[in-house]
């Protein structure tokens, strides 16, 4: 049986997620604002999804990954995950 994944574990995968988003809306020169507004999210809600402290849904991951013209595979083998 898989081993469940403790909070630790849930931090580090979200904060890899968030920065794989924030290096690559850097690089194309976005600002957090501009993501959020071109993926349909809420700027405060893309602030938390970029610090790691919020667990967004696969359809939003999608939408990010849309606005930034990449596919959401790409963010997560970014992140490393």
Known sequence: MPKVADRSDHERVLGSL??????????LGMSQEALADAAGINRTHMGEVER????????????????????ASDIIADAGL
């Not at 924030?22 to 690089?27: C, E, F, T």
């Not at 402290?53 to 013209?69: C, E, G, L």
């Open 18 to 27: 968030g920065d794989a988003i924030r290096v690559r809306r850097q690089a």
């Open 52 to 71: 790691g402290r919020r667990n967004i849904s696969f359809m939003s991951m999608v939408k990010i990954a849309k606005a930034m013209d990449a596919k």
